[in-house]
Structures are given as C-alpha cells and as structure tokens.
C-alpha cells in the first residue's frame, strides 16, 4: 500500500543511498556503500565557499569485506565531499572494523571501534545497512551451510515479524524449528 498524498511541499535536502553485495573470485564479499547529500538551493560553507543546489554536500564511500563466516576481513572507507576539510581524517579509521564479526552486537561493538571523535556520523549510518546488505548477499551461501548443519537453529529466526518462531513462514520454512503456540500477531 502506498503512502498517502503529501500535502504541497518543496524539495530542500535530498539523501541518496546505494548499497550493492559482491561475491568476489577469491571466494570473498564485498559490501559497498555510497551516501550522497544534496541541497536544492546555494548556500555559503566557510571550509569550502558556495555550495551549489545539487552539489554533494556530503559523499562517503564505503567497502567491506567479509568471508563466509561474516568475518571483516577489510573495512575500506572515503569521503570524498564533506561539509568540513578535516572530514576526510575519520575514514582511515574504518579500517579498525576488520576482524568484527557481522551479527549480533556488530554496531555496539563498531561503535567501540569508530564511535564519537574517532569517526564520522554519516560512514556510521551506513554500517547498519551494510550490515543487512551483507545478510542478504550471503543468503545462498548461509543457508546452504545451515543446511548441512540442520541440528543449528536458523540464523533468521526471530530476527523480525515474519521469521517470528510460531509464525506461519516459520512453520512452512523450518518446521522443526516451528515453536506451536499463537504468534504474537495474527496472520
């Protein structure tokens, strides 16, 4: 179902966000991320001067590089556009992110790594989706192994609403793993 219609409204900032998942010849992942601000209007910065409507106020870059276990084998990270010139000094330290691995507790402990004045809010903002994105990349190759480990508890289960344990995708998906009682919501 769509949203409704807006009331009449102009554009002013406009946050574009690409993520994509590679599987690479070494038998790796890649995860890249790209976040781009933009305004519609000018507007005077004191580091860099005018900012044009449509010209990056902010531009990160991000890779990550995970093996089939989810281990951060590298973090890469860039800014190319930033509203202030030492902006640029916070993405080295992404690197810092190598050896966590993606699941549970991964932003707590990403945060310990390149939290406050050790990182940049915006590269931040993207470890979450990298995350999910890495998740979804990894799909396949996950539940092929969980498949050959079928005595382990799905990874996915009670992850979110539809994977809930007693829910229907549960019981139609994993009924080994299907917990008999009312879901917490209906179906």
């Known amino acids: 179902m769509p949203l409704s219609d807006p009331a ?12 994509r998942g ?4 070494d038998g790796l992942f ?3 991320a790209t976040l781009t601000d933009t305004k ?3 507007f005077s910065n004191q580091d860099r001067g005018e900012i044009r409507p449509g010209t990056p ?8 590089t995970v093996d089939e276990d989810m281990v951060i084998r590298r973090f890469e990270a860039a800014t190319e556009f930033g509203p202030y010139s030492v902006c640029p000094q916070a993405a080295p330290n992404f690197s810092a992110l190598a050896g966590l691995t993606v699941g549970r507790g991964f932003l707590r402990a990403a945060n310990e790594r390149v939290g406050g004045i050790k990182g940049c809010t915006h590269l931040r903002e993207l470890l979450g989706q990298m995350a999910t994105v890495a998740f979804q990349t990894m799909f ?3 539940q092929k192994k969980e498949a050959a480990t079928a005595a382990q508890r799905p990874s996915m289960l009670n992850s979110c609403l539809a994977y809930e344990d007693g829910g229907v995708v549960a019981r139609r998906t994993w009924p080994e793993w299907y917990a008999n009682r009312p879901p917490a919501h209906s179906e």
């Open 40 to 42: 519609t209007y000018s």
């Open 30 to 32: 890649d995860i890249e």
């Open 57 to 64: 106020l902010h531009r990160m870059l991000a890779r990550m």
């Open 22 to 25: 590679y599987r690479r010849a």
């Open 140 to 142: 396949a190759v996950r």
């Open 8 to 19: 009449p409204r102009e554009l002013l900032h406009r946050r574009d966000i690409e993520l």
